[in-house]
Structures are given as structure tokens and as C-alpha cells.
């Protein structure tokens, strides 16, 4: 089967998943939402499959399937879902942008946290280079005890401790809870790569670890 076919055969079975059955939340560790409301992200999620097949069938660039997704991404109004939805909405179209080979992350992670606080804390992935390193924090991984590096570049007073990290190790994929503290203003990383961002406006660290298992128990099912 050639590329293209194998990427239209992905698209169709994704639009015919039930993506909002019951069993699709319990996956999740969460009771399911209204019907209304599934009904809802059902037929936003197929209209933007079709969008999708509609575009590889064209022969679309992978600028042009970006353009798909983001303007369909825009139909999902954030105020309108609360944030156990709106994460469900992330991995769904981080699943299609991933059928068709596109880097979404930033535009999900600005459409779920904003685009202050996804910028705020720009931790990018560690290369050498001539930047000091004023501090460095530690913790192994839980599953293969790599130890997971974090560089702080730049601090600066006033900078709030926005967010719980979920972590993946580069070396066994584990997934681990990392949080950095306040006052940092720029950070690189070792070993691992970011999946989440949780606000801790919005999370305690019960909730952080309890969010830490359901991506444990979804993503490796």
C-alpha cells in the first residue's frame, strides 16, 4: 500500500471511530461528558477528517495540511469545554496531525494553555552550546532510572511556578511529573522530551499525578 492510500485508510478509520463512546472516556479514567456535547465533538471531528481527505486527496503540502488543521481547530471554542474535554480534543488532533505527518504541538498547546503561557516557559530541546548554565535540576526516571536533566539558562524574580510537566524519557518512553519551580525565565532539556503542560491554576499535584496515570494508562493501551 502506498503512502498515500495508507494516510486516506487512517483518516477513514479515524472518522469511524465512536472517538466520544463511554468506553472512550472510561479509557481516560473519566465519567463522559453530556450527550449533546460528545454529539457535538463527534461531527467537528468528522467534518475535519473529511477536511483532511479532502486535502491529501488534492495532494495538499504539508503548509497546506496545517492550514487544514488550524482552521478546524478553530471551530473548537475553548470557553465552551471544560479541561478534562479540552484535553480529549488535543489528543484527537494530535492524532491527526500525526496521520498526516504535520508538527502541531505549539498551536495545541496555545489553543489549550494560551499563547502567554505556552510561550512563557520555553524549554527547548538540550543542545550544547555557549549559554551558562546557572543551575541544573535532577530526577531519574521512574521506570529505567535515566536521569532526567533540566538546565536553567536565565532566572528572573516575579516569573510564577506556572505549571506541572509530564515528561517522556527518551530512553524507555516512561512518563514521568516534573516541575521547575518559580523564576525561571528559560530552561533546556536532557533525556526527555515534554508532553503536557498542566497550569497550576487549574491543577494540584493530586490532579497532576492522577493526570500522570491516565496518559500512562491511555498511550500505552
Known amino acids: 500500500m502506498d503512502e498515500k492510500k495508507n494516510i486516506l485508510l487512517q483518516l477513514n478509520t479515524f472518522k469511524n471511530l465512536n472517538k466520544f463512546s463511554n468506553s472512550a472516556w472510561n479509557k481516560r479514567g473519566l465519567n463522559p461528558s453530556d450527550n449533546d456535547i460528545c454529539?457535538?465533538?463527534?461531527?467537528?471531528?468528522n467534518k475535519s477528517a473529511d477536511s483532511l481527505i479532502e486535502a491529501i486527496n488534492s495532494d495538499y503540502s504539508t503548509r497546506q495540511l496545517k492550514n487544514v488543521l488550524e482552521n478546524n481547530l478553530k471551530n473548537f471554542k475553548r470557553s465552551d469545554y471544560d479541561t478534562e474535554e479540552c484535553e480529549f480534543i488535543c489528543d484527537y488532533f494530535f492524532q491527526l496531525s500525526e496521520i498526516v505527518s504535520v508538527d502541531f504541538k505549539d498551536n495545541l498547546n496555545g489553543w489549550l494553555y494560551g499563547r502567554i503561557l505556552s510561550t512563557l516557559l520555553r524549554i527547548t530541546a538540550f543542545i550544547k552550546r555557549d549559554d551558562r548554565i546557572i543551575e541544573t535540576l535532577s530526577q531519574n526516571c521512574t521506570k529505567c532510572h535515566t536521569e532526567l536533566k533540566t538546565y536553567i539558562?536565565?532566572?528572573?524574580?516575579?516569573?510564577?511556578?506556572?505549571?506541572?510537566?509530564?515528561?517522556q524519557c527518551i530512553n524507555c518512553n516512561e512518563y514521568n511529573l516534573l516541575s521547575t519551580g518559580a523564576n525561571v525565565k528559560e530552561a533546556r532539556f536532557e533525556n526527555y522530551k515534554i508532553v503536557e503542560q498542566l497550569p497550576k491554576a487549574e491543577f494540584t499535584l493530586e490532579q497532576a499525578e492522577l493526570r500522570l496515570k491516565q496518559i500512562k494508562y491511555f498511550r500505552n493501551s
Open 153 to 167: 539558562i536565565k532566572k528572573e524574580e516575579g516569573i510564577p511556578d506556572y505549571s506541572w510537566e509530564i515528561i
Open 39 to 45: 454529539e457535538r465533538l463527534e461531527r467537528l471531528f
